[in-house]
């Protein structure tokens, strides 16, 4: 501290700033110091005495790589750091790549430097989110300058530029070579290279067709060329017998009388977009319902047709249309078939589902099919109204000997030493079904599990059960056929024709009717 006045040292002593100390300080912690602008000429000085060097610039010889021409910027600040300042990369011909720095980057290097005096610069290590920072903005950097100079939109870095932009980053941040590798920029060079190959868009290729360039992802605009359907037409005639059926529905004229009905040969490209979406890790859930919206004729015709057994039918459905094994694409089906207009269609089935269910529980206690449901927690509850229904709704026929009571029908309760698999390979229905264990529930239909759900929904179990029933064109089990008919009248307001009643329907319904003082 020599070379400073006696009050500047004062100052810097008042601060316990010691001689090793100031060689830290930076010039925000010169203005702390020396506030105003008075101190201008005292906070020169300090830093002319913290920082020797920048008073006496000095020109560098440019140093030559093998591919690019490397221009040093200023002279470094360390004997340590004599390539530390490189950061543009000058190559023959345009651009002038420059190295991504910011105020934290410049902090984080700075603090190597600063631990290089004392010889530990190895427990500074770059954090991952400034290092990500730096190898997305130089590589968006370099992107930008490379078309911005050619004026051609499909330019990329070469290899070789990488591999030099590569060795100046390691050079300027030395913190982030590869002491272990014999080539010290071999991380930072693959994590440019990554992030590039993330940046490549494919060019689509131009065709013949006027309509390339429409949205890729509108599927409203999926009706082909006359010539492309011919094409479709072609490939579903030429592909094996079990796409034929699921692909070419001729003989669906009675699934739908509308007038703007899609052809066959279009419904059967829709189905292989489906398909192809289905396999995804991740499809859009809102394309797949928009391709089931456009699909519909030609996959109720399969479903509806007769060529499916009823023990078969599930496994045939689900194999063809994977994505029904999701309730609410389940619970879409159901609307597309009963009121395909109604958007708010599953919510207003879900209230009338709690209404309905909010009267059974009295209608319950007061034929003594079930105890109040006050001590009973939510779970409880659900349960036992399940339990209760077919007691209260009764059918003609008993259940299966081997079944038990008739609610066994569309719900298990899972006992501690029962095994779900060996359960349902035992079912002699094929009907949808609601296993519980205690902690979650999985809807099966026959033999086959199909998906699960949180045991928060119990209470709209007998929804997702009555979903099935429509999506897979199952008929209704004997001993609880009653019960089931009239979830479908009062809770889906789906309408029964009057010659399918039978007197046990129509006495369950007067009774709730009266019951209601409907």
Not at 409 to 415: G, I, P, R, S, Y
Not at 453 to 458: H, V
Not at 470 to 476: G, P, V
């Amino acid at each position: 501290m020599e070379k400073l006045d006696h009050v500047t040292v004062s100052i810097l002593t008042a601060a316990c700033i010691d001689e090793p100390m100031l060689l830290t300080l930076s010039r925000e912690d010169l203005r702390d110091l020396f506030p105003g602008p008075e101190h201008f000429l005292t906070r020169k000085r300090v830093w002319s005495v913290i920082h020797p060097e920048e008073d006496h610039p000095v020109t560098q010889t440019p140093e030559t790589y093998s591919s690019p021409r490397v221009v040093p910027t200023a002279r470094p600040q360390s004997p340590d750091a004599k390539k530390s300042q490189q950061k543009t990369l000058q190559l023959p011909s345009p651009p002038e790549y420059v190295v991504y720095t910011d105020s934290e980057l410049e902090q984080c290097r700075k603090s190597y430097y600063d631990l290089a005096h004392v010889s530990r610069e190895h427990e500074c290590v770059m954090s991952k989110e400034l290092r990500c920072r730096l190898v997305r903005n130089t590589i968006t950097s370099m992107v930008s300058l490379l078309r911005a100079s050619e004026g051609q939109m499909e330019r990329y870095p070469s290899k070789n530029e990488i591999t030099a932009m590569a060795k100046i980053i390691m050079e300027y941040y030395p913190m982030l070579k590869d002491n272990d590798a014999s080539v010290k920029h071999e991380s930072i060079n693959a994590k440019l290279l990554k992030r590039l190959q993330n940046m490549k868009t494919p060019v689509k290729k131009q065709g013949p067709t006027p309509d390339r360039g429409r949205p890729k992802r509108r599927l409203t605009d999926l009706s082909p060329t006359d010539k492309e359907a011919d094409d479709e037409d072609a490939d579903c005639s030429s592909s094996s017998g079990a796409s034929n059926l699921l692909l070419s529905p001729a003989s669906s004229s009675d699934a739908s009388t509308s007038s703007d009905r899609v052809s066959p040969q279009i419904q059967a490209r829709l189905y292989r977009r489906l398909q192809e979406m289905c396999t995804k890790p991740k499809p859009n859930q809102e394309d797949v319902s928009q391709l089931l919206d456009l699909e519909f004729d030609s996959r109720r015709a399969f479903i509806d047709s007769d060529s499916l057994k009823e023990e078969n039918r599930a496994s045939h459905i689900l194999d063809a249309y994977p994505c029904f094994k999701e309730l609410h694409h389940v619970l879409g089906e159901l609307r597309r078939i009963l009121d395909p207009h109604n958007n708010k269609f599953v919510s207003q089935i879900k209230q009338r589902w709690q209404e309905f269910c909010s009267r059974v529980e009295f209608y319950g206690v007061s034929k003594k099919a079930m105890n109040p449901p006050m001590t009973m927690d939510k779970t409880e509850a659900h349960l036992a109204l399940m339990k209760a229904l077919p007691t209260l709704f009764p059918s003609p026929a008993h259940p299966p000997k081997k079944m038990g009571t008739a609610a066994d029908a569309f719900l298990h309760v899972l006992k501690p030493t029962e095994d779900p698999d060996a359960v349902l390979q035992k079912r002699s229905l094929s009907c949808p079904v609601v296993m519980f264990d205690g902690c979650k529930c999985v809807i099966a239909v026959g033999n086959l599990p199909v998906t699960t759900f949180d045991k928060e929904k119990l209470g709209e179990a007998m929804i997702y059960v009555m979903a099935y029933f429509y999506t897979l064109h199952l008929t209704y089990p004997k001993c609880v056929a009653t019960l089931l008919s009239v979830i479908q009248t009062e809770v889906l307001q789906d309408a029964i024709h009057e010659r399918d009643t039978t007197s046990y329907y129509k006495k369950a319904l007067a009774e709730w009717y009266a019951f209601i003082g409907k």
